[in-house]
């Protein structure tokens, strides 16, 4: 989730998805009728991911020649400020849990 709205156009755009901040999660939670159970940050652990996803897209550029192509370029570099994100603060890559009111 973000942390910074910066990056929104970016991360939408390649996952298809709009990421939202913690606050506007949990206030959809609670008028859904949901109470914070748990919430944890794992960006730290998740951060090694997107280094392991940028090698993998790497290797399969190179096995299907696809190095150097719009979508390898894209698909690389939107996975590396991802990672940079987390690192920096940028994002919060959490685990909610919630509870029925």
């Keep these: ?21 913690l606050e506007e999660y949990l206030t959809v939670a609670e008028q859904a009728g949901f109470q914070v159970d ?9 951060e090694y991911f997107y ?4 090698a993998m897209i790497r ?7 696809l190095t150097g192509t719009a979508k390898y370029t894209e ?3 939107t996975h590396a400020l991802f990672r940079q994100g987390l690192i920096d603060g940028n994002y919060k890559y959490v685990v909610m849990s919630f509870l029925k009111k």
Aim: aromatic letters at 10%; hydrophobic letters at 45%.
């Design 59 to 65: 290797i399969e550029a190179a096995e299907l020649s």
């Design 1 to 21: 989730m973000l942390v910074q709205s910066d990056y929104d156009s970016v991360f939408s755009r390649h996952w298809h998805v709009q990421f939202g901040t």
């Design 51 to 54: 280094a392991m996803t940028q």
């Design 38 to 46: 748990s919430v944890d940050d794992i960006a730290s652990r998740v």
């Design 75 to 77: 698909a690389l570099e």
